[in-house]
C-alpha cells in the first residue's frame, strides 16, 4: 500500500503486485503521448525500487518475468550495491 502523500498519488492506494502483464514500453509511452492513458505523476526511483523489489517474491511468475525484475532492479540500484 503507498500511503497518501508519499508520492504523486492523491490518495492511499493499493498497488497489485501478484498478477503481471507483458507489453511494449514502447507502445505504452504511445498511448500516453496520445493521451489515451493520462499519466497523473511519476514514481521515486527509491519507491519504484521498493515495489519492482516487492514483486520478487511472487509465486507465480515466470523465470523470464523474474529476470526482467531483477534487471529492473539492478538499474535502480546506485552503482556500489548489487541485489541479492
Not at 44 to 53: A, F, V
Not at 59 to 68: A, N
Amino acid at each position: 500500500m503507498l500511503a497518501k502523500g508519499c508520492c504523486c498519488l492523491s490518495k492511499t492506494t493499493w498497488v497489485q503486485l501478484d498478477a503481471f502483464f507483458e507489453f511494449q514500453s514502447g507502445a505504452l509511452i504511445e498511448k500516453v503521448m496520445t493521451g489515451q492513458i493520462n499519466r497523473i505523476g511519476t514514481l521515486s526511483d527509491d519507491l519504484t525500487r521498493e515495489l519492482l523489489t516487492c514483486t520478487t517474491h511472487a509465486e507465480d511468475m515466470t523465470i523470464s518475468q523474474d529476470e526482467i525484475i531483477q534487471a529492473a532492479v539492478a538499474a535502480y540500484l546506485p552503482t556500489n550495491e548489487t541485489s541479492d
